[in-house]
């Protein structure tokens, strides 16, 4: 059998396969956060262990984290407790830590792969689920529990039953105004919620080849969405160039070894996956999520859909339930739903990229009145990027919230949350309930999408805006 | 971790499908520092609803979810477990997990038991009509079946050897693979020069 880019990467990171047990997988980059690190650490102490590769662990400060007025005093003393650990830990185990107010600080899965740390052909983990972000560069990239990430720390291995490959591939070329975000929308509606449950995807195709390394970030970071342990994307010149010159990536000799080395990784003609799925790009639309979770997604020119046209009971049920959260009514137009609240932000669409496509649409408009906007950089580097380019005065201008780093609105909890029965448009990657704060009503969308609806107060695409600048 | 060889108990039946982390234990319990203290966040949006299966007699004493497929879907927070844990769930019993939840949950001595769509329908029905509160369960790790001997219900459940063999010996996991602690070292010896190391400073050399 021909091998593939997952296989290529298993085996080249295998330690030790023993008799009944998991393989035991090396791991080249353990990224840390605050919210899952800290119960790891005091398991590590208890048992009078250390960190084994310090050299390999990076840590930042990004989930609760205030981004209203990050240097100012943090007003929650939990969040604070939980910095305060961070940064008592990394300090006792030698830990690299980009904490709040440094310039590389920012969402986790933005930093690795600005620094340069994520590179092709690498096992990376992290506790937290949308690690597989940075399959984007055609590494094995997955999400940990705090007990596994106490096993890294403590071994920089990780036990894991081989998944199984499945292969995504996008025939043709994206329409006009269909972006990555949609697109990875359409494939997690096409696998569902618990369709790449058991498998580890590669992204194939013209469709993802064409994807600049944002657009292929956003597709690998909402994998876990459709169930699958990892996305992958095969390195390319796109990636080549992405990394060259970037604080972590090698240079001179290196770079050049480095470079034949992820030359071989791409998987080879006539590999067989264990699923293959395809899907043509010009049947792809701009998508809005109607319901709670990433899967339940409609073409903004489509309506809610009616409960009893799913097949099966407990879909029928779920989508049910799903309606009586949202408050929608089957049949109405997505264009006619109005909105109170737009977020642009989060791993899934806070990079550098979608905050120019928002900008684009929002430059010469004004938010509609009475919504609230906001935009939080995935990064303190993203930000300081955004305004060397004007951004921010075009979002400052549009009438959006100019916020710093953080996760912020993706999942709520540094209080920038929504109240119940408060409607989002959000450029982030869960519309389960409550995940923007108890009773809130989240939509999934783009950045394009996410701008256009602030300006129009209710579900809108850029091209419904023409003549309304 | 402690050994598990069953779990011997009353039971909650939560007939839903793709029940999120989020929904297990909400963000905003994810601030503490501790393992413990999560059981009152558990499912803490749901429980506002009186008719929630938590919220029934009998519900505070359950040591088993019965649960639709999907179960733990969405954010990797091992806090659900230890929510789960906490409230005194020693098992959850579905159709499929999420793979994080499932390693999660196996790190943490959750036990996870998979049973198949039908078999599901059957240990439902027969804990159904407020019988689960008093009914007597066991999911028996060691043979690998849920019994309701009152409803003469036994379904069998699969779990990886591997799991099952860390249950029922209550090993950890980091001791059993620091057994491998030369294998490591070689491994390391090996791996190319030019990966990245963390810190201030990009590597220059091969
Ligand atoms: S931005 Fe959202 S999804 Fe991404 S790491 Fe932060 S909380 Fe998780």
Redesign the interface.
Known sequence: MSARLFDKVWDRHLVASPEGEPPLLYIDLHLVHEVTSPQAFEGLELAGRTVRRPDLTVATMDHDVPTKDPLGPISDPLAAEQMARLRKNCEAHGVTLYPLGSAEQGVVHVIGPQLGLTQPGMTVVCGDSHTSTHGAFGALAFGIGTTEVEHVLATQTLRQVKPQAMAVTVDGELPAGVTAKDLVLGIIAELGTGGGTGTVIEYRGQAIRDLDMAGRMTVCNMSIEAGARAGMIAPDDTTFAFLEGRAHAPRGAAWERALDDWRSLPTEDGAAFDREVRIDAAGLRPVVTWGTTPAQSVSIDGVVPDPASFGGQAQQQAAQRALEYMGLTPGTAMRDIGVDTVFIGSCTNGRLADLRAAATVLRGRTVSPGVRAIVVPGSARVKAEAEAEGLDAVFTAAGFEWRSAGCSMCLGMNGDILSPRERSASTSNRNFEGRQGPGGRTHLVSPAMAAATAVAGHFAVPADLEGAR | MRAVQQVRGSAVVLD???V?T??II???W??????TGFGAGLF??WRKDPAFALNQPGAAGAKILVA???FG???????A?WALQDFGFEAVVAP?F???FR??SI??GLVTAQVAEDDIAKLIAALEAGRAATADVTVDVAAREVRVPDAGVTVPFAM???AR?RLLEGL???G???R??D??TQ??RN??????????L?????
């Open positions: 839903r499908r793709d999120d989020d929904q909400p963000a905003a994810l601030k503490r520092v501790e393992r803490e949006a639709g497929a999907n879907c969405g954010s990797s927070r091992e806090h477990v499929s999420a793979d994080i390693g999660n790190g943490a990886p050897d591997y063999w950890d996991d980091i059993v693979t620091l491998h602690a294998a490591i491994f390391e791996r190319p020069g030019w990966l990245p190391v963390s810190g201030p990009a590597p220059a050399t091969a």
